[in-house]
T-cell receptor
Framework: TQLLEQSPQFLSIQEGENLTVYCNSSSVFSSLQWYRQEPGEGPVLLVT?????EVKKLKRLTFQFGDARKDSSLHITAAQPGDTGLYLCAGAAGGTSYGKLTFGQGTILTVHP | EPEVTQTPSHQVTQMGQEVILRCVPI?????FYWYRQILGQKVEFLVS????????KSEIFDDQFSVERPDGSNFTLKIRSTKLEDSAMYFC???????????FGQGTRLTVV
């Protein structure tokens, strides 16, 4: 069974601060996705990283996939109140498990004005 | 923009009753999934479906659960005899191929009383 540990579970910061969320596993994933989920809604994909060592940027968000494809991080620069929400990482098993996703437990981010 | 649609958004049912959760995946997608999220817990994989048959199922997906794609557009999850512990958000997701991103529906909140 693949597990994905996401940390921290809660993050409360002031506007303008930087933050990093981590996802770690002992398993190798074929790809790793980062989602944002609003209350009462489904996860919305932010980015997919596929190659070990890959770095992707989405405005102030930087996503990195570990060289061994077992871990990933999400870094937000100069956080804004609009970044407040639940962030989820999810690893894809690949192979015969196709796109089956293993989710982390999520990080609830609160950015105070 | 194409989206995955789930109905109903909220279903309240008595313990022991059967429920059917409905999903309309994106029209050209080929891979279909159900996930669930018990309040305060991780999003968990239930089942994957491809080429009109189950590809993989988790240990949660016991004989009380079934899925089908009756008419080429809808994708349903049936719970035959609901239990209190089935109360959760249920998310449908679809993929075009196994290597592209997953699109999630907005979820159905199932409450078993």
């Amino acid at each position: 069974t693949q597990l994905l540990e996401q940390s921290p579970q809660f993050l409360s910061i002031q506007e303008g601060e930087n933050l990093t969320v981590y996802c770690n596993s002992s398993s190798v994933f074929s790809s790793l996705q980062w989602y944002r989920q609003e209350p009462g809604e489904g996860p919305v994909l932010l980015v997919t990283v596929v190659t070990g060592g890959e770095v992707k940027k989405l405005k102030r968000l930087t996503f990195q996939f570990g060289d061994a494809r077992k871990d990933s991080s999400l870094h937000i620069t100069a956080a804004q109140p609009g970044d407040t929400g639940l962030y989820l990482c999810a690893g894809a098993a690949g192979g015969t498990s196709y796109g089956k996703l293993t989710f982390g437990q999520g990080t609830i981010l609160t950015v105070h004005p | 923009e194409p989206e995955v649609t789930q109905t109903p958004s909220h279903q309240v049912t008595q313990m022991g009753q059967e429920v059917i959760l409905r999903c309309v995946p994106i029209s050209n997608h080929l891979y279909f999934y159900w996930y669930r999220q018990i309040l305060g817990q991780k999003v968990e994989f239930l089942v994957s479906f491809y080429n009109n048959e189950i590809s993989e199922k988790s240990e949660i997906f016991d004989d009380q659960f079934s899925v089908e794609r009756p008419d080429g557009s809808n994708f349903t999850l049936k719970i035959r005899s609901t239990k209190l512990e089935d109360s959760a958000m249920y998310f449908c997701a679809s993929y075009y191929t196994s290597y592209t991103e997953a699109f999630f529906g907005q979820g159905t909140r199932l409450t078993v009383v």
